[in-house]
């Protein structure tokens, strides 16, 4: 097990530790999991920081795509990562990570993947990328409402869950 996450968990933390048996805090500001098919998260990044952030997101593309574990291959298929054209509200980095299909049993942190698939990860790579956040990450796990490439399916009053795309169309349609 790297201890890098423990590391940067406790530096997060200013010095705190996790009591014994439990889980020390996340070294990310949020655990990454999609609930649904497809997720989006939304990072917001420091001006002065976009460099260190995608730093660490080009060395996590370059590291899932040299791995052979087939789940972290699955993982790395689904995920696209954005940036922006326009800043925040407070000028900040907008970074738009778009995730579909989702891994239902991973969890999408790039410190903690960094550290999976690094056998040695540089700690200033992963320092950086901490302290480039501008704000914490908000993640949305996204069931599609409407295919707009494909005409409307008709469902019954009240049920919110969509159509597959490309389902056939009802009958006198």
Sequence with gaps: MHLLPVILAVALQGGATAAPGQMPPSPDP??????????LLLVTVKPDRAADYEAAIVALQRALARTDDPERRALAEGWRVFKAEEADAKGAVIYVHIVQPAVETADYRPSLLLDALLTDPPSELLAKYRD????PPTKLSLTELAHMAVEPVARPAGNATPAKPGAPKPPGR
């Design 30 to 39: 949020a655990i990454v999991r999609f609930a649904t098919p497809a997720g």
């Design 132 to 135: 480039a956040f501008a704000g």
